[in-house]
T-cell receptor
Framework: QKEVEQNSGPLSVPEGAIASLNCTYSDRGSQSFFWYRQYSGKSPELIMFIYSNGDKEDGRFTAQLNKASQYVSLLIRDSQPSDSATYLCAVSNQAGTALIFGKGTTLSVSS | EPEVTQTPSHQVTQMGQEVILRCVPISNHLYFYWYRQILGQKVEFLVSFYNNEISEKSEIFDDQFSVERPDGSNFTLKIRSTKLEDSAMYFC????????????FGPGTRLTVL
């Protein structure tokens, strides 16, 4: 059974701080990794994806991938109250035909 | 900006009834997906669809479920005989390709089975 594990939180950070969200996955053959944001009662919104080891930056967001450790993370710099949401880690199956989601980490940014 | 749309936003049905959930994927996308999310739980993959065929399906996607692309724009999920445990948010998603398969989600249909 392919698994994606995330700490459910809540993770609480003050406004302006760096939020660090982590994810581990079980399928060594996975090639693509995604971070989605989900506000309560809404659908998942794609933030960014990564498929090479190392860091990938997009604005205030940085995704980090370590395939040897089967570990993906998302850093949010200068956190804002509007970043308060559940962050979902998703891992593609080897064929690229499905995403396996973690349960999500709830982030709360206080002003 | 193009987006995935879904109708209806909320569907209430009686146990044992058939329901059809509808989706219009992003127009240049070739791969289509259905996911569900039971309240308070994780998003679960149901099925993927490409070139008028199912590419992959999960254990959840049993004989009670079917998918169809009846025309050039719509993508539907049918549940033949709904059960109480089918109550969930159903999300449609689409992607251009599979590597990487950046999937964009629709707003969802909340299905309530009474």
């Amino acid at each position: 059974q392919k698994e994606v594990e995330q700490n459910s939180g809540p993770l609480s950070v003050p406004e302006g701080a760096i939020a660090s969200l982590n994810c581990t996955y079980s399928d060594r053959g996975s090639q693509s990794f995604f971070w989605y944001r989900q506000y309560s009662g809404k659908s998942p919104e794609l933030i960014m994806f990564i498929y090479s080891n190392g860091d990938k930056e997009d604005g205030r967001f940085t995704a980090q991938l370590n395939k040897a450790s089967q570990y993906v993370s998302l850093l949010i710099r200068d956190s804002q109250p509007s970043d308060s949401a559940t962050y979902l880690c998703a891992v593609s199956n080897q064929a690229g035909t499905a995403l396996i989601f973690g349960k999500g980490t709830t982030l709360s940014v206080s002003s | 900006e193009p987006e995935v749309t879904q109708t209806p936003s909320h569907q209430v049905t009686q146990m044992g009834q058939e329901v059809i959930l509808r989706c219009v994927p992003i127009s240049n996308h070739l791969y289509f997906y259905w996911y569900r999310q039971i309240l308070g739980q994780k998003v679960e993959f149901l099925v993927s669809f490409y070139n008028n065929e199912i590419s992959e399906k999960s254990e959840i996607f049993d004989d009670q479920f079917s998918v169809e692309r009846p025309d050039g724009s719509n993508f539907t999920l049918k549940i033949r005989s709904t059960k109480l445990e089918d109550s969930a948010m159903y999300f449609c998603a689409s992607s251009v390709g599979t590597t990487p398969n950046e999937q964009f989600f629709g707003p969802g249909t909340r299905l309530t089975v009474l």
